[in-house]
């Protein structure tokens, strides 16, 4: 059996921005990277994203980590939030296709 408590809005609002690619190779603790290396993480960058839970995890991780921010800030959030103006199954699509 799962519980569930609405929290009613109380918490603590943290503000997480993606990291800089500067700051994404601080993270993969690249210093000096060749050619090859650099072109190996743009395309994590840009496949994964920067934020810092998923540039520190391992890449079967990612996935899972991923998703679990789409089900629980896009979805979960968005659609519990903005029922009254629209559709939730149209906010999930809407969501799933822009992410």
Do not use: C, H
Not at 33 to 40: A, G, H, S, V
Not at 74 to 94: C, H
Request: hydrophobic share 35%; no cysteine.
């Amino acid at each position: 059996m799962r519980y569930q408590q609405n929290w009613g809005g109380r918490g603590i609002s943290v503000s997480l921005f993606p990291l800089s690619f500067k700051e994404f190779l601080d993270f993969k603790n690249v210093k000096n990277p060749d050619t090859e290396k650099i072109e190996k993480l743009i395309k994590e960058y840009i496949e994964f994203g920067t934020f810092p839970e998923i540039v520190l995890s391992k890449k079967g991780k990612k996935f899972f980590i991923i998703e679990d921010y789409y089900n629980t800030f896009l979805t979960r959030d968005i659609t519990e939030r903005s029922f009254q103006y629209f559709n939730s199954d149209f906010a999930e699509f809407y969501i799933f296709f822009y992410f």
